[in-house]
């Protein structure tokens, strides 16, 4: 899957997608680019005229214009989509009001439970008059509204402020009191065949819709797993769909028109569990539609991308993003192994399947080998074509890593699989047929009791669910640090992600594979695609105590009474950020910093954005120019509520780092607030003034954080915290020092 981006759900080496991507049949060079040009002008008539005319002059030909245009944005930004040349695309890009030109790429296919593990149980103080009239918006595969879930039994109708519509097709049974809102944008849809309706034939978009704002269902489970009542964190709330991801994929051109319309639409929040490379703000449509959003008021809450446990993986960073990671609710799911030999093994899956004999013969893919097989590939891992249908029929079959093994071994008429692998130890999959994940070591075990007998066998049992210790940071959640602002931490936070119970459509099986015939109405997945419908609606239920408060305030709320990890990886910080979201106490977060537009613009002048640039992002009413404007201070340059640095050249071991901050007082009471600084050997950490006193709400006081030291040899990373205290609240900021290992 070597596209740009995915839909971040994670599934065990979901290898068959995407094969056909590769041949677009264009007969000529031409490609789709986006051409993005920023703020809408006051005056959006003739928009389309002028994207039109643009076009003419960059291909040199009215008609061929009109031909290769495919899509104008014009709802919330200004821009358009054709199909060019690289030399018009470049044309394109030197006009004045133009900000970049850039190809389309495929951002690929990246309980509750755990909203009592939040601290949030059912009865929780809810504002539900206010709560009933935000709207998620939610950037996805689509949704499936006959769930329970997004029954609309006692909903009144749409929000006011509601300017959305509901698209009609195949299969869609169309919208409700509950789902206000489904659009579906497939701009360029080229060769493959696609249905144009905005049902989820994937699944994903109505997990993740329902995770968020999903109502109350008694009694849901996957096959009996994880029993209870499914919930949104804003069960009242309504949801808005706009559906962007295909197949294929999701196209980088449709995630903008999904933008364009959720942010006109009048949404409150955006959830966007899709990601892909990071890049320059304005040549990635997420960080753009963000931006936009931003300026509307609306946060876009972002998955951080499944890319862990490797270092800079994470994407989605831009600073008006909620970056959420994933983390694990307490819960887990084991599958038991027995074998004939006495053996007994723990393995890691979600097998819904209980055995219907005591034992099935047992063999490993080296064993059922075709000897004359000369395709490319390795019977050990159980690849393709490498093994013989009558030494796999009725057995379960023991493979290396195993790609996609329980497809191969059901086709082969297989009854199970076992595989080795100690990538994700901590993630359950659902497989097509009885299986399970094992370490390694366990799998050489396993491998050398094939080869020791002709009569090896060996029983999968049905999985148990087991507590643990939690929360931790999930295996495959993408880590930091970042690659684009150096010095802004991210991810910014962590929810929920692992094994996550919330509905499903029904037009697809628990694993996707037709060959599947469980269909269900709720399933149970993992993903930072999971963990990001949480924060989404985390941000929401504080919208509703807190109507005003900005996207950068009610981020801040969340991040600084997030709750930091007891549990450590290695990387602690740059896996979790400020900790994993503690909703109910966000509520009452005592200061918050906020950051507003022309800090933001300050940014981007000090991160080297020119003012032309600039202009034409922020729109015309107001001409920016950074040498006017007030500088960006200290070392990131914005108020944000965490602190970072990263320190690019290995060699270097002093350092030093100033971080100006301004907080507001979101209570209505007289306090003073002190600071609290916890910090290692080898790092100083000053905080100017160490006491603020606050006599009224939204007073403003600022401080400065200095940071200095020194690092130790090899060691990498030097966290601390500071924490402004009065008798109520506690305001915690992580602060990290980043060395890079190597010269990248
Ligand atoms: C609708 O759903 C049915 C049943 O799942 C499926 O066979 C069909 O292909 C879908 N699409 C249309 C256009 O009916
Ligand atoms: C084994 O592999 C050979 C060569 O690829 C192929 O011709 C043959 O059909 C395979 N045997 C079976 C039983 O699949
Ligand atoms: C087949 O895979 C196994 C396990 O990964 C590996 O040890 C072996 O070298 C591979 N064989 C070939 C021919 O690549
Ligand atoms: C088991 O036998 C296979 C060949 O059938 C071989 O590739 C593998 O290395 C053996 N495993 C052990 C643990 O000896
Ligand atoms: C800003 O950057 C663009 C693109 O790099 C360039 O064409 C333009 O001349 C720059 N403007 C200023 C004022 O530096
Ligand atoms: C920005 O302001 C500086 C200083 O006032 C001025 O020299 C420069 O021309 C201005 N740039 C633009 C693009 O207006």
Redesign the pocket.
């Known amino acids: 899957m070597k596209v740009s981006g995915n839909l971040l759900l994670f599934t065990f080496f979901n290898l068959f997608l995407l094969a056909t991507l590769v041949n677009g049949s264009n007969d000529d060079e031409r490609k789709p680019y986006i051409v993005y040009m920023g703020e809408l002008p006051e005056d959006t008539t003739s928009l389309v005229d002028e994207h039109d005319s643009l076009l003419s002059e960059a291909i040199g030909d009215v008609s061929k214009a009109k031909e290769h245009k495919i899509h104008s944005y014009g709802r919330s930004f200004n821009g358009f989509v054709a199909r060019l040349l690289p030399h018009e695309a470049n044309r394109l890009s030197q006009k004045e009001s133009v900000v970049s030109v850039f190809p389309n790429t495929i951002l690929k296919l990246h309980t509750t439970r755990s909203w009592d593990f939040l601290g949030m149980p059912e009865t929780v103080k809810r504002n539900r008059a206010v709560e009933s009239n935000l709207i998620v918006g939610l950037l996805d595969t689509g949704i499936w509204p006959e769930s329970a879930s997004f029954n609309d039994q006692g909903y009144g109708p749409a929000p006011h402020k509601w300017r959305g519509k509901c698209a009609k097709g195949?299969?869609f049974t169309g919208c409700n009191n509950k789902v206000i809102g489904a659009a579906y944008y497939n701009l360029d849809p080229g060769p493959w065949e696609w249905?144009p309706t905005p049902v989820d034939t994937d699944g994903h978009g109505t997990h993740t819709s329902s995770t968020a704002a999903g109502r109350a269902v008694k009694g849901a489970s996957l096959c009996g797993f994880a029993e209870g009542t499914a919930r949104g964190g804003v069960p009242s709330a309504r949801v808005a769909m706009y559906k962007v991801c295909w197949a294929i994929g999701c196209s980088t051109m449709d995630l903008l028109a999904g933008f364009d319309a959720a942010i006109a639409d009048g949404v409150d929040v955006i959830s966007v569990s899709i990601g892909g490379p990071s890049f320059n703000y304005f040549e990635d449509v997420i960080a753009i539609g963000a931006f936009h959003s931003m300026k509307m008021g609306i946060l876009t809450s972002c998955a951080a991308g499944n890319q862990g446990p490797a270092s800079y993986t994470v994407e989605n960073t831009a600073p008006w993003i909620f970056t959420v990671g994933a983390s694990s609710i307490d819960r887990q799911f084991h599958t038991a192994i027995k074998f004939g030999n006495g053996m007994k093994t723990t393995g890691m899956s979600l097998n819904t399947f209980s055995p219907k004999k005591q034992m099935y013969p047992l063999t490993s893919g080296a064993q059922a080998a075709n000897a004359t097989a000369r395709i490319y590939g390795n019977a050990s891992t159980c690849d393709w074509g490498t093994m013989l249908e009558k030494k796999v029929k009725g057995k379960i079959v023991y493979c290396i890593e195993g790609n996609g093994a329980d497809y191969m071994i059901n086709d082969m008429h297989g009854v199970g699989t076992i595989m080795s692998t100690d990538l994700y130890p901590d993630v359950p999959f659902s497989f097509l047929i009885p299986a399970a994940l094992v370490s390694v070591k366990e799998g050489e075990e396993i491998d050398k009791y094939i080869n020791s007998t002709k009569t090896a066998k060996a029983v999968i049992y049905r999985s148990k669910t087991v507590k643990m210790a939690a929360p931790f940071v999930v295996s495959f959640s993408s880590r930091g640090p970042q690659t684009i602002s150096l010095n802004i931490l991210k991810p910014d936070i962590v929810a929920p992600g692992l094994s996550i119970l919330a509905a499903f459509s029904q037009?697809t099986t628990v694993t996707g594979y037709d060959d599947d015939k469980r269909i269900v109405k709720y399933n149970i997945q993992s993903g930072t695609s999971m963990s990001c419908p949480h924060a989404a609606a985390a941000a929401a239920y504080i919208k509703t105590f807190r109507p005003k408060w900005s996207p950068a305030a009610i981020k801040s709320a969340l991040m600084t009474t997030a709750t930091p990890m007891k549990i450590k990886t290695v990387d602690v910080e740059l896996a979790y950020g400020s900790g994993q979201i503690n909703p109910t106490r966000a509520l009452h977060p005592g200061l918050v910093y906020d950051i507003n537009m022309d800090s933001y613009i300050s940014f981007l002048c000090k991160e080297g954005y020119n003012s032309t640039l600039i202009g034409l992002v922020t729109g015309s009413k107001k001409k920016y120019n950074c040498s006017t404007l007030p500088h960006a201070m200290g070392t990131d340059g914005l108020n944000y509520p965490s602190m970072h640095l990263q320190l690019t050249k290995p060699e270097s071991t002093s350092f030093s780092a100033v971080f100006y901050r301004t907080v507001t007082n979101v209570e209505s009471r007289r306090s003073v607030y002190k600071a609290k600084v916890k910090s290692p050997e080898g790092l100083s950490v000053t905080v100017i003034p160490m006491t603020m006193a606050f006599e009224k709400p939204y007073q403003q006081r600022s401080f400065k954080v200095v940071v200095k030291g020194k690092f130790i040899k090899n060691a990498k990373r030097l966290s601390a915290s500071l924490e402004w205290s009065d008798s109520k609240h506690r305001v915690r900021s992580p602060i990290l020092i980043y060395r890079t290992p190597h010269s990248r």
């Open positions: 195949a299969n249905e037009m």
